[in-house]
Every structure is written in structure tokens, then in C-alpha cells.
């Protein structure tokens, strides 16, 4: 086998657009890290070790059979959801007043992490499994298995991704047809109990968001994070101030810079003009996203390819919507950029699967 | 299995959720377009708001403190001076228990008692975020030791400043007085005077004497640093500075050692002494005893010692040179007479007889002379001499206190001189209109009679009747007394001050040759201050004067040794020297002191002495004079 037969076989089941996109998210995120750490080389390896990781890891799952993606849901899920309890018990690790992680011995993971791609994968291969036959009954079945995971997650607490997974699996059910009348009732439901939820929340999750109407309030508390974000961004202006000139950035006034605020850092040095091109690259993974999941072959792959997608869109939009201050601050990272393994992985799984879909339409075709 | 239900709906299944794809996309596109009205209206609509918001989030403006200005006298021996020191520093709004810190800080270094009650009090005097001193002139052992230990001790910090210093002390207090910590009422003074923001950073501002009333010139301009800080609050690097601009030195028209040698005459006395240049109006020597330690005062002075001043008999925080108001006594004499002259009240020689006293017409009342039994037959000249009140007594009834009020005048008498310092009085050179105003009561004939001899209403100070002296030394031109002789800014140059002529009274030559032969006469043999000129090699001329502390009721005796010692009279003297070509002129006063030609007399000798001659009355210490650091 020489070079070229290697290389066509590599990337036998790769989308070249994607890949080409994702590159430059790649690209993006060691050079805004780069600033964002203040010149920090280790920093930015270690994000290309994540990086790294995170391709191979897409590359295998874009290789790997469809059918065991699907034959994993099931076991999957339920390995999650026993993790997931198995942080509330005293093998959970606390840190920072949350509950988030489990101490496995060797390191500790994130079970919530796992659940992004579960869950959504989960009530895929459901709705798939009794597709001939969609009564009610598998929407308030596929209901369940979204809120349990998510219930557990808000419980520890974790707004953010309990959010995301929220999303992830309301897209399948959008996907898979719930009817309009549940949505409009479910939303018109929500409204009515959204004093009780007030009442469920933790204390800095209330203020997050009351700082989100009034920052100032709290300037040196809890708007600062949201006050200093905006002025980052609002001070960036249309062309920046330059790479690694952003002095919201290099003075210490952002907080968490590298992780969730990392996108401040991107609009303080390249201003507006920045934010349409990252914007665009966005768009462009969305858009390659959103034909893939038109062209996909089978019931599941249409709902997965569609989830992974729309969720993708939703992170970096609540990430921005974040850090521009029209979203209370919740602890998302900007998908792709942000410094993190874990978060980069399990995107980069989403976008294996992506891949694989896109083959597999390619197999059915021919 | 369920293939053929797949097939049978796929068309339709394909085209629903292609429509639902279709809506997920439209969200997206709403979201994106709320984000990009978002980047919009923070990038560009708000953008300069922002921008300033990070630049004040970034830019501090750091106050440069500007040197001081040195005082220095009129040959350049330092007065006033800068050395730069170490303070022990707490910032009161870090610190939540601030006793058991100060307990923690003696362990370090010593901090005593008094230490701790001047800084309760200055922490009452301003609550504010920064840094009060609790111990100043820390030594250099003290500094490492505390630094060792600062990371125990959150709100305290050891501070390098530069400190004033006054190395004479209580001989010029009142002179130069001294600088303290700016209080509230020092801001809202500067608030009004629109300079607050040259004391941005400044610590301290002259509350007396020379250090008040040239603030402006001493303080300097205050440089600015604008600096990018971190948001911890570390500056990280200078983005622009302007650079301070010291206070200018400034230079007195003061002599020193004259200063010295003048205060050391007065011995134990209390009083007050000012000599001035006839010729130009320069104050030499400016001295008003007791003094004080004006270093007390610089970083907050504790209650007890505060105390301790403020109710002493002394009376050590009295200006007394230029506040002390007291009876001018015989010292007035000499003017009189010109009066007397200039309105043809007495010609020269006329002479009266002097019975021991003097009765107003149709008055049994006895207005007694000093001397019981009279002094025979008295000229002016003679009057002088002897300092006869018989003689004034009846010059001033026929004179008429109209008449002596309007002429007094011209010698300053009831007015401020303008001397450039703060808190001036003008003394009192009293009128009918005056005493109606002020007591509602005519003016009794017998109200001129002891206004004759400087008792009664009047009352002058130390400086005011310097200056008169120096007015009639210098034949009636009268030049503005004044104490600063130059000022020398720190860009480089020199302004001198140029001697301001007031008016010129045109006295008739003959009168002032008369006066002043008659003044000469006083500190010789036969005078009332002989004393004065024995063995001098210049000629002096001089008047003596007591001022009356208690009444003496009509046909008692005064007797020194029978009256408390605070209660017995003042001693005056006024002198100028050299008679026919005087470069000095002086009153002197000694409280309690008695009679004028006995210890007043000798302290002006002493200074004309010097002044004249150069001659030290004893080895005086000599005065270093470290020069304070002028850079910047």
C-alpha cells in the first residue's frame, strides 16, 4: 500500500469540507489561546495535544459502523445515568460548590460530558427502534429519557450543560415531529412554573441571571465577569485592537479568558470584523451540518446528524450570547476554541458521527 | 421488519422533517442575526464608551509629589529643609482589629504611648482610604525587620517620604512655623481656592508662619504619572509623565544667626523682638519667646502635648511678634513729640515745671508722673530723656486726641503693617468715634491724658512698633516691612522682593534731629536707659517703655516685689542704630521684665552688636545646613 492508497483509505470516511472547517477552528483556537494565556507555549501544546486527541478520536468514530454506534446507545445511556448518580454519592468530587465530577481512581471524569452524546444518541436509536409505529407514548418515553439526565445534571449544579443536553435532546424531538400542540403546551407550561423553577435554583444561578439584567449592580461581584466581558468586546470596536493588544485581555481584567471567555479575547483584538469572520466559520460548519442531515439515509442518522448540528450552533451561541451580556453567564465554553480536552472530544465525537452519516449516504447511494 | 411501513410513509416522512430541518435552520438564522445586531450595537454604536470604560479600567493617574521648597535666610543657612525618611504606615480601612495590630506592630518596633495616641487622633481627623503614619524616622534595622514581617500585616506599609525639618526649632517657630497633614478644612480651603488637584498625593500643607503664608510658592507643582495597571492594581508599565516642579526655595530677608543671637539674649524672659532695615523695610530678625518644637506639630501632635502647650502661662503658641497686643507705654513719647512740633502744640524749648504730677483744668485728679516729686523744669528734649509724663500729659490734652490720633496714624499705629504673613492684628490707637463705637461712651478729656503716655486704650504690637521705629529712623520714608527677600524657583533664576516705599511723612528736619538727639541721649549717662550704649563704638538711640499689666490704683504705689510675677509691667524698648545713619531698628519686649531701660535695653545691644559689629555675645553653635534634595 503506498502513501496515496494510505491516504485515500484515511480519509476514505472523512468529509474534506468538514475536516477543512474544523482545521481551522484547530487553527483558531492554539492562536487565540496563544493571547488569551499571555504568551503561555504550554498552554497552547497542551491544547494541540487536546486538539490532537480530539481528531483521532472523531477520526475513529467516523471509521467505525454506523450499526455500533447504534448498538452502543442503549448501554451507553445507561452507563451515564449510573455514573450520573454515582456523583451524588460520596465518590463526587466538589469543587467551587458543584458537584460535577467523579473520582474513578486513576482521574476524575465528567459523567455529564459523556451524556451530551448519549443522550441525544439514546432518543435517536429510540425513536429509530419503534419509528413504523410513533405514537405519543415514545414522545413522552424519549421526554423522560431527556429530563432524567438533565435533572441530575441542573442538580449538581451544572446550568450550562444541563442546558445544552436540555437542547441537544429537544432537537430530536423537534426533529422526530413532536407535534406543535405539546410544544406550544409544554412552553406555555414552562412559563406558568417558571416561578417554582426560580424557587429550585441556586442562589448564584438566580444572581447570574439578575445580573444579567442590571450588571452594574454588582460590579465588582457578580456582574463583573459579564461587565468586564462587554467592555472587552465593546472596546474591541470594528477592527480591534490587534493580536495581543487587547488590554481587557493582558491586563487580567477578564476573568476565565482561556475557557469561557476566551471569545472576548477574539473581539477585543479583532473587533467586529473578527466576530463576522468567526461567525462565518460557524455558519459554514452549521451549514455543512445542516446538509448532511438533510441528505441523511435513515430515520437515526436524519435525528443524530440534526442534533449534533443544531447543538453545535447552540453552544457557540450561548457562549457569545454570554460574553456579549444578552445571556446570564453559565459556564459554556466556546465550542472548538475554548481551552479544555474534554469539551473539544466530545465535540470532535459528534462530529465523527457527523462524518459517518455523511458516508453512510455515500454507501446507500452507491 | 418495518421496512415496508418505511417505504410506504417515506416520502412524506422525508418531506416533514425536511420542513422541520427548514424551521431549525430560520432559528438559526434569528439567533445569528440577534448576535450580529448584538457585535453591532457593542462594537460600533457603544464603542466609545467602552473604550473609555477600559481604558479607566486600565489608566491610573498617579500624583507626583513635588519637593518642597527650602527656606533658607539671607546668607543661605537652611531654615527649613527635606530629608527623606521612613514611616510605619497603616491603611485604617484594611484593618479590622486595629489595637491588636498595634499591639503586633511593637513587637517589631518600638511604638510608644504618645506614638499611638497621635495616630488615634489623626485617624479621627480623616477617614479616608489611605495610609496614616503611626511612627515616623524609623532606622534602617527597624525597616528590615518590618518588611520581613509585612506579609502578617495586610494595610501596613513602610513608606520612604520626605519629611521637613526646621533645624532651629523653637528660635524661628513662629517665624517659620511649620507644616502638618492636610486636614478637612485644608481641602475644603483648597477646594475653594481651585487648587485641590495640586495636592493630589500631598500629604502635608504649611498651617503657620512662613510654611502658611507661601504655600503656594513652597508647595511646588504636582506631576502627573499616568500608569497601566493590571487588575490587581500592579502598574505595569508608564504610559506618559509630567514631571513634578519643586516649590521654590525661598529666601528671608532674616538673619539667622542674628535670629539666635537675639533670641539667646532674652535668657528666661518671655517676650517678643523685631528689627527691621530702616532702609528697605527687611525684617532681620523676628523673635517671639517661648517658642516650641514646630517638628511636634508636622505628623500630628497627641492631645497631652497638645495640651501641655495650650495651657501653659507661657503661653508658648502666642505669636507674639506679631499678635501680642500690649500697651505702647513711653515708647510712644518720641512720636508724641513730633506731634507736638508738627502742630505747634510745643515749640523746642519750651519748658514746663514738673510738679510729680499733672491735674486737668478745674480737676483735683492726679495724673502722676513715674517720678514722685517731679523732674524740675522739663523741655522736650529733656522729656524724652527722662521719659517725663508731666510733659505728655499736658501736650496731649492741649494737643487734642484728634489731633494725636491723625498724626499716630501715619506711623502705622492702630493698623497691620502688611508684613507677609498670616494672622496679623493691627493693634489700637484709640478715638472718640472709636470709644463710642465700641463702648457706646463719650471720650472723657482724662482718656487723652494717659493716651499721652501710650496707657489708657492703646495697644500695639511687637511689629507695629518696629515699624514706627524704622519710620522715624529712616526720617519718616517708610519702606514695607517684609520677610522674603528672594524667591528662587526651582526652573532656575531669582525674584527678588524690590523694597516697597509706602509713603514718606516729610517730617521738618529740625523736629526728627531734635527727637532723634533726644532718643540718643536716652541710652546714655543721665538717660533711662544708659545702660544701652556703655563702651559702644557706634551711636545708639532708644526709647523705653512700660506697659502696665494691672491698674494701679490712685495714690498706691507700684512695687515689683509686692506683685505676682505674671502681673508685674512689660518692659519696652525701641532703638535704631547707627543714630545718624540707623541700618537697624527694633522693639523689644519683655513680659513681666519691669523697667524697659533694665532688660529690654541690654537684649537690643546685644543684637546691634552683631548686627552692627559682627560681635557674638557667646560662641553660638554652628548651624549645619544640610541642603534638601532638589531633583525633580
Not at chain 2, 278 to 304: C, H, M, Q, R, W
Not at chain 2, 597 to 614: E, H, Q, S
Request: net charge neutral; charged share 20%.
Amino acid at each position: 500500500m503506498n502513501a496515496r492508497q494510505l491516504k485515500q483509505r484515511m480519509m476514505m470516511n472523512i468529509d474534506p469540507v468538514l475536516l477543512a472547517a474544523l482545521g481551522g477552528f484547530a487553527l483558531v483556537s492554539l492562536v487565540l489561546l496563544y493571547s488569551a494565556s499571555d504568551g503561555n507555549l504550554m498552554r497552547v501544546l497542551a491544547q494541540l495535544g487536546n486538539i490532537v486527541v480530539a481528531f483521532t478520536a472523531m477520526w475513529i468514530v467516523a471509521n467505525m459502523p454506523l450499526h455500533y454506534l447504534m448498538r452502543a446507545a442503549f448501554p451507553i445511556y445507561v452507563l451515564g445515568m449510573i455514573l450520573l448518580l454515582l456523583v451524588m454519592t460520596p465518590l463526587g468530587v466538589n469543587s467551587h460548590g458543584a458537584t460535577r465530577w467523579l473520582n474513578i481512581g486513576v482521574a476524575t471524569i465528567q459523567p455529564s460530558e459523556l451524556m451530551k452524546l448519549a443522550v441525544p444518541l439514546m432518543m435517536a436509536w429510540y425513536f429509530e427502534k419503534d419509528e413504523a409505529t410513533l405514537k405519543l407514548r415514545n414522545y413522552f418515553v424519549a421526554a423522560i429519557l431527556l429530563l432524567l439526565p438533565v435533572a441530575l445534571i441542573a442538580k449538581q449544579p451544572d446550568l450550562g450543560t444541563a442546558i445544552l443536553i436540555g437542547a441537544s435532546g429537544f432537537y430530536v424531538l423537534f426533529l422526530a415531529g413532536l407535534s406543535w400542540r405539546i410544544m406550544i403546551g409544554s412552553a406555555l407550561a414552562a412559563a406558568a412554573s417558571a416561578p417554582f423553577l426560580w424557587s429550585a435554583l441556586h442562589d448564584y444561578q438566580r444572581h447570574r441571571i439578575l445580573m444579567l439584567l442590571d450588571p452594574s449592580q454588582d460590579a465588582l461581584g457578580k456582574g463583573y465577569h459579564t461587565i468586564q466581558g462587554m467592555i472587552a468586546v465593546g472596546s474591541g470596536g470594528i477592527l480591534g485592537k490587534g493580536y495581543l493588544n487587547g488590554t481587557q485581555t493582558h491586563l487580567d481584567f477578564l476573568p476565565e479568558r482561556t475557557t469561557d471567555f476566551i471569545f472576548a479575547v477574539w473581539s477585543e483584538e479583532f473587533g467586529l470584523i473578527g466576530n463576522l469572520l468567526l461567525l462565518g466559520l460557524y455558519v459554514f460548519v452549521i451549514g455543512r451540518g445542516f446538509i448532511i442531515t438533510a441528505n441523511a439515509s435513515t430515520y437515526f442518522t436524519r435525528l443524530m446528524a440534526g442534533s449534533i448540528t443544531l447543538t453545535f450552533f447552540t453552544y457557540a451561541f450561548v457562549n457569545m450570547g454570554m460574553v456579549s451580556g444578552i445571556l446570564p453567564v453559565v459556564g459554556v465554553p466556546l465550542p472548538l476554541i475554548s481551552y479544555g480536552g474534554t469539551s473539544m472530544l466530545t465535540l470532535m465525537l459528534g462530529f465523527g458521527i457527523l462524518m459517518n452519516i455523511q458516508t453512510n449516504k455515500k454507501l446507500v447511494k452507491t | 421488519m418495518n421496512r415496508y411501513v418505511e417505504l410506504k410513509n417515506h416520502q412524506r416522512e422525508i418531506y416533514y422533517f425536511r420542513l422541520r430541518l427548514v424551521l431549525s435552520l430560520g432559528f438559526v438564522v434569528v439567533m445569528l442575526v440577534i448576535l450580529l445586531l448584538r457585535f453591532f450595537y457593542l462594537q460600533v454604536i457603544r464603542h466609545d464608551y467602552f473604550h473609555t470604560m477600559a481604558d479607566s479600567n486600565r489608566i491610573y493617574v498617579v500624583p507626583i509629589v513635588p519637593n518642597r521648597g527650602l527656606i533658607l535666610d539671607r546668607n543661605g543657612v537652611v531654615m527649613a529643609q527635606n530629608y527623606s525618611g521612613y514611616t510605619l504606615e497603616i491603611a485604617p480601612g484594611k484593618v479590622a482589629d486595629m489595637d491588636g495590630l498595634i499591639a503586633e506592630l511593637s513587637k517589631l518596633v518600638e511604638i510608644t504611648p504618645k506614638d499611638i495616641k497621635r495616630f488615634q487622633k489623626l485617624l479621627t481627623e480623616r477617614q479616608t482610604l489611605e495610609t496614616m503614619p503611626i511612627r515616623s524616622q524609623l532606622s534602617d534595622e527597624e525597616v528590615a525587620r518590618v518588611s520581613a514581617q509585612q506579609y502578617r500585616f495586610p494595610g501596613v506599609e513602610v513608606k520612604a517620604r520626605l519629611f521637613r525639618e526646621y533645624p532651629f526649632t523653637d528660635m524661628t517657630s513662629h517665624l517659620i512655623g511649620y507644616v502638618g497633614r492636610i486636614n478637612q478644612n485644608d481641602i475644603d480651603q483648597l477646594d475653594e481656592d481651585d487648587v485641590a488637584s495640586n495636592y493630589l498625593g500631598s500629604d502635608y500643607i504649611g498651617k503657620t508662619g512662613i510654611e502658611q503664608s507661601y504655600e503656594k510658592d513652597l508647595h511646588g507643582k504636582t506631576g502627573f504619572e499616568q500608569v497601566e495597571v493590571d487588575a490587581g492594581g500592579r502598574a505595569v508599565r508608564v504610559l506618559s509623565r509630567t514631571a513634578p516642579q519643586s516649590g521654590s526655595n525661598l529666601m528671608l530677608t532674616l538673619d539667622a544667626k542674628l535670629q539666635e543671637v537675639a533670641v539667646k539674649a532674652f535668657g528666661e524672659y518671655r517676650g517678643a523682638l523685631v528689627a527691621i532695615d530702616p532702609t528697605n523695610g527687611e525684617v532681620l530678625a523676628f523673635v517671639s519667646k517661648p517658642g516650641y518644637d514646630p517638628g511636634l506639630f508636622i505628623d500630628g501632635i497627641d492631645t497631652e502635648t497638645w495640651d501641655e502647650l495650650n495651657n501653659s502661662p507661657d503661653t508658648p503658641l502666642n505669636n507674639r511678634a506679631l499678635r501680642g497686643q500690649y500697651p505702647p507705654g513711653s515708647t510712644i513719647k518720641p512720636f508724641m513729640a513730633l506731634a507736638g512740633l508738627f502742630y505747634g502744640t510745643r515749640s523746642p524749648t519750651h519748658a514746663i515745671s514738673d510738679p510729680g504730677y499733672y491735674m486737668l483744668p478745674g480737676s483735683r485728679h492726679q495724673y502722676r508722673d513715674w517720678k514722685a516729686g517731679g523732674h524740675g523744669a522739663v523741655d522736650m528734649f529733656k522729656s524724652i530723656v527722662i521719659s517725663c509724663d508731666t510733659y505728655y500729659y499736658g501736650l496731649a490734652t492741649e494737643m487734642g486726641i484728634d489731633n494725636m490720633h491723625s498724626y499716630l496714624s501715619r506711623f502705622g499705629f492702630g493698623q497691620k503693617t502688611g508684613l507677609d504673613m498670616e494672622g496679623e492684628v493691627s493693634g489700637l490707637l484709640p478715638s472718640p468715634e472709636w470709644k463710642s463705637k465700641r463702648y457706646q461712651q463719650i471720650w472723657y478729656p482724662g482718656d487723652t491724658v494717659s493716651a499721652g503716655i501710650g496707657q489708657g486704650y492703646n495697644l500695639v504690637t511687637p511689629l507695629q512698633l518696629a515699624y514706627a521705629t524704622a519710620i522715624l529712623a529712616n526720617d519718616g520714608v517708610a519702606f514695607q516691612p517684609h520677610l522674603i527677600r528672594e524667591k528662587r524657583p526651582a526652573g532656575g533664576g531669582a525674584v527678588m522682593t524690590e523694597p516697597k516705599q509706602m509713603f514718606d511723612l516729610k517730617i521738618d528736619p529740625e523736629n526728627l534731629k531734635l527727637v532723634k538727639s533726644a532718643m540718643e541721649a536716652v541710652t546714655k549717662p543721665g538717660g533711662t536707659a544708659a545702660v544701652a550704649s556703655y563702651g559702644a563704638t557706634y551711636r545708639i538711640a532708644g526709647k523705653t517703655g512700660t506697659a502696665q499689666v494691672i491698674a494701679i490704683k490712685q495714690g498706691e504705689k507700684y512695687d515689683a516685689k509686692k506683685v505676682s510675677e505674671y502681673n508685674r509691667d512689660h518692659a519696652w524698648f525701641i532703638a535704631f542704630a547707627p543714630a545718624d545713619k540707623p541700618r537697624i531698628a527694633m522693639a523689644v519686649l519683655v513680659e513681666n521684665g519691669g523697667h524697659g531701660g533694665t532688660t529690654a535695653a541690654p537684649i537690643a545691644r546685644k543684637v546691634m552688636d552683631y548686627y552692627l559689629l559682627g560681635k557674638i555675645p557667646q560662641p553660638l553653635p554652628v548651624v549645619t545646613g544640610k541642603t534638601g534634595d532638589q531633583s525633580d
